[in-house]
Structures are given as C-alpha cells and as structure tokens.
C-alpha cells in the first residue's frame, strides 16, 4: 500500500504519494555532476525502512525531510557533491510538488569506478 505525503488546502486536500516525491528526488540527483548511482541497499540498512530509489521521505510537521542515498564518482568533491545534490533536490521537489523542503540529507554509501 502507497503511503502519501498530506498537505491541507483550502478548498481539500493534496496528497502525493511518497514513491512520486522519491521519483522526482532520484531524477534530479541523478543529474548532478559526481553522482554515480543511487544506493537502495545502504538506504534500508542504514534507515531500518523500505528506500524507493534510494531515498527517503518524511514529513515532519509541514515540510519534507529528505533522505539521499548515493554513490559518488571516483574524483569528484564529496562535499562539492553534497551540496549540489541538496539544491538540486531542494529545487524538483518544492517546485513540481509545492510542499517546502525542510532538510535533504545526502548519504554518500561509498565511490563508484564507473560512469
């Protein structure tokens, strides 16, 4: 059963479910430079809960927390990585679903060889 994330409106309610928030966090991570590839095992080892794509999403109180697990290329700037991965994020996410993003959490789960 799909779980979705609530957010009250004026005229009902908006509810997006939280595979789709995932989807839109993983595209847009994917895209940043360094990234080498999503990492769902170290996301359900290290959370204890099913990662979709790598990633987890929260909600606390009215903002998202989000978490991100990846890999990074070999030679790129970890925290260089990081930060973009957490704007990048940031940005899909308040942008194509209107909830604000309290937190991106990047967890790098080690160094990928290859493109």
Do not use: C, W
């Not at 903002?63 to 290329?73: E, G, K, S, T, Y």
């Amino acid at each position: 059963m799909a779980e979705y994330v609530t957010r009250a409106e004026e005229n009902g309610a908006i509810h997006i479910a939280e595979d789709v928030i995932a989807a839109i966090v993983a595209d847009a991570a994917k895209d940043v430079e360094g990234v080498g590839a999503a990492s769902q095992n170290v996301a359900e080892q290290l959370s204890g809960k099913k990662a979709v794509r790598g990633v987890r999403v929260e909600k606390v109180e009215d903002a998202l927390v989000i978490d991100v697990f990846l890999m990074a290329r070999y030679g790129s700037s970890i925290p260089e990585v990081a930060r973009k991965v957490q704007g990048a994020v940031a940005n899909a996410v308040g942008g194509m679903t209107g909830f604000p993003v309290k937190t991106v959490n990047v967890h790098v789960g080690g160094v990928s060889f290859n493109d």
